[in-house]
């Protein structure tokens, strides 16, 4: 259906810079919207970014100021440029889109497998 491939975790000190991206893939109609969520061990997943294939955004509170959606629809890609990065930020990012396919007559919620983030000193 489709295939989300998330790139650029990794270990990065407090105060550094990470980009991630999530590149989309399989038999996409279109995509309504793709975001970022997070999760920590022990927690529930969160809502860190998502923006519209019009460009509508929503942040987290919590990021909003630090981090940066963006979007290439062109290749069905998004982006979050996270930037000042804080020990909280800890977690597994996980890529979510919201597509149709083709053989489907609605949108439906898919998720990549997720990458690592970790900000310590």
């Known amino acids: 259906q489709v295939q989300l491939v998330e790139s650029g975790g990794g270990l990065v000190q407090p105060g550094g810079s990470l980009r991630l991206s999530c590149a989309a893939s399989?038999?996409?109609?279109?995509?309504?919207?793709m975001g970022w969520y997070r999760q920590a061990p022990g927690k529930q997943r969160e809502l860190v970014a998502a923006?519209?294939?019009?460009?509508?955004?929503d942040y987290a509170n919590s990021v909003k100021g630090r981090f940066t959606i963006s979007r290439d629809n062109a290749k069905n890609t998004v982006y979050l440029q996270m930037n000042s990065l804080k020990p909280e930020d800890t977690a597994v990012y996980f890529c979510?889109?919201?597509?149709?396919?083709?053989?489907?007559?609605?949108?439906?919620?898919?998720w990549g497998q997720g990458t690592q983030v970790t900000v310590s000193a």
């Open positions: 923006i519209t294939s019009g460009g509508n955004l």
């Open positions: 399989g038999s996409i109609v279109s995509i309504y919207a």
């Open positions: 979510k889109a919201n597509a149709m396919v083709r053989g489907s007559a609605s949108y439906g919620d898919y």
